[in-house]
């Protein structure tokens, strides 16, 4: 888990409008369907192999350049991992999570021992603006915040068990994946399935943000960190399938939470050397070959500060972090 966390820095100036590459595949006009007798698949969804044009120039410098990737034909669980889902998961196995581990002195010399205690990061919302380039504004180390107590100690999951379930280290999504039988998947094939079979769209739907005034992700409205005007009816997450799904029929692929993936977070050729742009990941000051791509942002993207509720948008988390806006689903790649 996280101790100390790198400053942020603005991000730098988006655009929106047309997609740099005007050609792009049609969208299903059903989630792809098929029979299976492997019940590791039982109610995952079919996502087609494929090439596509993966990453973006139009937003931001991580995300560059656009490239042709590829990948094979897969299955993926339509939504994140729910708590209820995750609460299965601890009852069979008795697993203890990263946020509820105490850290290892040794691996934080310089700590405050204060914050050598079980726990994660949690956002707190500022009461009034705040400057965007030192994310310590808004997010804290709460002792005893983990996936069962998501705010600190005195919260629950109460009522939230259709919600993605949060506070999840890396290791902790390999854990659950390996006990169901799956695998998390690659940047390049969350990138795939959520684009939904709309090669180069900025959105999962499309090109407009809010088609026909409709909001079609948990995200932020309102300026980022301190006002959150709540239009989609949440502060924070949302229990899963409460969007529209895409054209592949998988649900919140952006926004409400964060999704690890297995690829490591490298160096795109936009990147200058050792820039870590951390938007509203917190996490070590660490070099970049130790960190792994998440994908698909979350309840805390904001136009003003990170615009990455998008498929292309990609950040790198270290290992040892969970925060209070990360999750994950799983994939499946051999059914035979």
């Not at 792009?24 to 098929?34: C, I, N, Q, Y």
């Not at 410098?61 to 990737?69: S, T, V």
């Not at 009522?159 to 999504?173: F, K, L, Y």
């Not at 529209?244 to 926004?255: H, I, K, Q, R, T």
Request: charged share 20%; with cysteine.
């Amino acid at each position: 888990m996280s101790i100390t966390a790198q400053g942020a820095q603005a991000p730098e100036q988006t655009r929106s409008g047309a997609c740099c590459c005007a050609s792009r595949s049609g969208r299903p006009e059903t989630p792809a369907v098929a029979t299976v007798t492997d019940t590791r698949a039982q109610d995952m969804a079919r996502v087609p192999g494929g090439s596509f044009v993966m990453g973006s120039e139009s937003f931001y410098r991580e995300e560059r350049p656009l490239r042709r990737a590829s990948v094979e034909a897969f299955w993926i669980d339509p939504h994140p991992v729910t708590n209820a889902q995750f609460q299965t998961f601890i009852e069979a196995t008795g697993y203890v999570t990263l946020a509820e581990r105490a850290p290892d002195p040794a691996l934080y010399p310089d700590a405050d021992p204060a914050l050598l205690a079980a726990g994660s990061l949690v956002f707190i919302k500022p009461s009034q603006p705040v400057g965007l380039r030192d994310h310590s504004a808004w997010w804290a180390y709460v002792p005893g915040a983990c996936w069962r107590h998501p705010e600190g100690p005195d919260s629950s999951i109460a009522g939230r068990e259709t919600h993605p379930v949060v506070h999840i280290g890396h290791a902790d999504a390999e854990a659950y994946a390996a006990w169901a039988g799956k695998s998390l998947p690659t940047e390049a094939e969350w990138e795939f399935a959520a684009r939904g079979g709309l090669d180069n769209a900025i959105y999962p739907w499309g090109d407009d943000p809010a088609p026909d005034g409709k909001i079609m992700a948990n995200t932020w409205q309102g300026r980022f960190p301190w006002e959150n005007l709540a239009e989609d009816g949440y502060e924070g997450t949302s229990p899963v399938r409460t969007y529209p799904a895409n054209g592949y029929g998988l649900y919140d692929v952006v926004g409400n939470v964060w999704e690890w993936t297995s690829s490591l977070y490298e160096r795109t050729e936009g990147q200058a050397e050792g820039e870590t742009k951390a938007c509203c990941l917190p996490g070590n000051a660490a070099d970049l070959d130790i960190r792994l791509a998440v994908k698909g942002g979350s309840h805390l993207c904001a136009p003003n500060y990170c615009l990455r509720y998008r498929p292309a948008a990609r950040q790198g988390q270290t290992l040892d972090t969970s925060t209070s806006h990360i999750g994950f689903r799983c994939v499946l790649r051999d059914t035979s």
